[in-house]
T-cell receptor, first 112, second 116 residues
């Protein structure tokens, strides 16, 4: 157990509202990732972080921002939610030695 | 650009037989890692196996082995003696080196169905 938790686990929100998803880890790992999972697309990288305040864009970063003000928390914000952002969001951390990634339980987000 | 391709949307295998799930990748990094994950219908992501780009031997973990062909840029997963519980989605992933911030991307996945 890599001590990674996501919150909330489920959320329904309205189009145009901002939404923040939280990923929390207890193991002090440096590298953290946010993915979205959609049928037919697998997991697509949204943003990732390689340290406090160090983040970079992934494959599908438009409409999303992230922040990492402390090692244990990586926040994903949908600045103005759209229906196309309805998805399952996974947070992951890269373990010691970078030979395994541990995943959170996922957040199911529905934008109506 | 970093890219992962899984060309088999779905695969069927008879119980107790072996099955190969294909994965090809593209990267300009010399140092990278390749992973396979299983996602059962419950939704969690389960790590199966890892292969480093400098590893000379193919990785094995129990019934899972990774057929790493560096020149062909392929990293196929072989599951021996399939079990009904192996029915799931399988994802191949690639991690770039430290210079790329260990950016990690996934393929679209292959859904495996094991028949009794």
């Amino acid at each position: 157990d890599a001590g990674i938790t996501q919150s909330p686990r489920h959320k329904v929100t309205e189009t145009g509202t901002p939404v923040t998803l939280r990923c929390h880890q207890t193991e002090n790992h440096r590298y953290m990732y946010w993915y979205r999972q959609d049928p037919g697309h697998g997991l697509r990288l949204i943003h990732y972080s390689y340290g406090v305040k160090d983040t970079d864009k992934g494959e599908v970063s438009d409409g999303y921002s992230v922040s990492r003000s402390k090692t244990e928390d990586f926040l994903l914000t949908l600045e103005s939610a759209t229906s196309s952002q309805t998805s399952v969001y996974f947070c992951a951390i890269l373990g010691q030695g970078a030979t395994e990634a541990f995943f959170g339980q996922g957040t199911r987000l529905t934008v109506v | 650009a970093q890219k992962i391709t899984q060309t088999q949307p779905g695969m069927f295998v008879q119980e107790k037989e072996a099955v190969t799930l294909d994965c090809t990748y593209d990267t300009s990094d010399q140092s990278y890692g390749l992973f396979w994950y299983k996602q059962p219908s419950s939704g969690e992501m389960i790590f199966l196996i890892y292969q480093g780009s400098y590893d000379e031997q193919n990785a094995t973990e129990g019934r899972y082995s990774l057929n790493f062909q560096k020149a062909r840029k392929s990293a196929n997963l072989v599951i021996s003696a399939s079990q009904l519980g192996d029915s799931a989605m399988y994802f191949c992933a690639m991690r770039e080196g430290r210079g790329g911030g260990f950016k990690t991307i996934f393929g679209a996945g292959t859904r495996l169905f094991v028949k009794a």
